[in-house]
């Protein structure tokens, strides 16, 4: 054997417990640090810290009863935005690294441009939403414990009509806690921005038997 391994071995084995001790506690020290910075961004106080969230979404969900309610129990900007479980939650907050960027290239820093972008920002987000089944809305909400027959007779349909053609959440449920972009109007010049088509997509109805021809 190599004598310097040799060495290195010796050294290692020397060290003993006391080497398995500190690498120990500094796996923990490492993690517990990690976890802490995790959960102190998953906080709303610091998704407004900057002005542009603070400025523009946050004030249009203060008025909303996800802010609000007889009960007092919120959902912040983490319950609808970050997911929970440890896997996806990493994704989305290496993600979050691009919203940094635009940060400081000033993308969306005045009003202007906040608009400007809204329908882009709404679509990525809605996007998102589907291609996870709506997961964060599904923290709080899940069809198997609606209570239909407490539910208004339009709200009891459209739920039930929603479960059965295998819709999620974000298909119908859009500007719950923000307000929507600007849609197309049907009287006038058309404005910049989302169709209604965009916000309520229709669900494509299934073609009629063809007639034998014999």
Known sequence: MDTNKKGLIGRIRSLGWGFAAMLFIAGVLFWGGFNTAM??????????SCHEM???VYQEYR??????NRSGVRATCPDCHVPKEWGPKMIRKIQASNEVLHKVLGTIDTPE???A?????AKHEWDRMKKTDSRECRNCHNFGS???AEQGRRSSKMHQTGLNEGKTC???HKGIAHSLPEVEQAIGSPKEGATPEEFHPETPKPEAPKADKG
């Not at 008025?63 to 609000?68: F, L, P, Q, V």
């Open 39 to 48: 959960e102190w961004t998953n906080r709303e106080e610091f998704c407004i």
């Open 117 to 121: 972008k809204r329908l882009e920002l």
């Open 146 to 148: 609606f209570d239909y």
């Open 54 to 56: 603070k400025d523009n």
């Open 63 to 68: 008025n909303t009863i996800h802010a609000s």
């Open 113 to 115: 441009k906040f608009n």
């Open 170 to 172: 974000i298909d119908c």
